[in-house]
């Protein structure tokens, strides 16, 4: 079935492996093609994890973008969607709820994920690159899995409401808009403010960080330009992370 939410164009599927890759699958589509699913069999995380995606419970929804930016701002679609997925959550001004973003994307409530953000690319000779912006928000789950339920919420079991899947991804869609448009109109700075704003990661935070092959420690600045996280390490030398997980360490 086929919405529209302008400027996107929803192809929406009851049933499918994952959206990402349903839009993978569609070379000839315009920016702001997106693909939603109330259910996704194979859904895909970062690091090769799997996206629990329940039935009728989550929001999964893809999102084709082809920013025509510099290269060195690309890795602010990645914080920018975030922060759209932050207010829209905000945004239902649910009091209960304690709203964070981990660096460089995964969004909190109270202290547990509730949504993940999943950015590949896919390029065409002399074209500019296509970047596919996969959004997972649980919504409406009641339980999750064993390996899960510790680390992972949803929106109804912190405030036990039901959520309308599909004005919920308007919401969103519109955030993401906004905030999209200001990176295209070159205010990259406002994207970081925000961020800032939203994270409690952004400054004063003592985490550690797990590369494939190391482990650093040390304590966060605020975000380089480039949306990278500066880390003060015990030493007093100061790093800037482009990747990695981040792990926040609790005093003892
Ligand atoms: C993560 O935090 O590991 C990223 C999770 C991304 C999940 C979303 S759900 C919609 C889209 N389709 C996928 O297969 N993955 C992303």
New binding site residues.
């Given amino acids: 079935m086929l919405f529209f939410h302008p400027p996107f164009t929803i192809h929406h599927y009851q049933s499918i492996g994952?959206?990402?890759?349903q839009l993978k699958a569609m070379p000839g589509a315009p920016e702001f093609t997106c693909v939603m699913a109330d259910e996704?069999t194979?859904?895909?995380?970062?690091?090769e994890?799997s996206?629990h995606?329940a039935p009728g419970e989550?929001l999964?929804?893809?999102i084709l973008l082809r920013p025509e930016i510099e290269a060195s701002k690309i890795p602010l679609l990645s914080l920018l969607a975030a922060v759209a997925v932050a207010e829209t959550i905000r945004g239902l001004q649910i009091s209960s709820l304690q709203l964070d973003i981990k660096w460089p994307?995964?969004v909190l409530a109270n202290d547990r994920?509730i949504s993940?953000?999943?950015i590949e690319s896919t390029s065409i000779p002399n074209e500019a690159p296509r970047f596919i912006v996969?959004?997972?928000v649980n919504l409406n789950h009641q339980s999750f899995p064993p390996e899960l339920s510790e680390i992972a919420t949803s929106l109804q079991l912190e405030c036990g409401n039901h959520f309308n899947v599909a004005s919920f991804r308007n919401a969103l869609l519109d955030r993401l808009a906004f905030w999209y448009e200001e990176l295209r109109q070159n205010r990259a700075r406002k994207i970081l403010q925000r961020w800032q704003e939203l994270s409690s990661y952004a400054r004063g935070k003592q985490v550690v960080v797990i590369f494939d092959h190391e482990e650093i420690r040390g304590e966060t600045i605020g975000l380089h330009e480039s949306g990278a996280l500066q880390l003060q390490l015990p030493s007093g030398e100061i790093r800037t992370i482009l990747a990695g997980e981040i792990k926040h360490l609790r005093q003892s």
Wanted: charge should be positive.
């Fill in positions: 994952s959206t990402n890759n996704q194979a859904g895909r995380g970062r690091r994890r996206w995606s989550g999964y929804l893809s994307n995964d994920k993940g953000i999943l996969g959004i997972g």
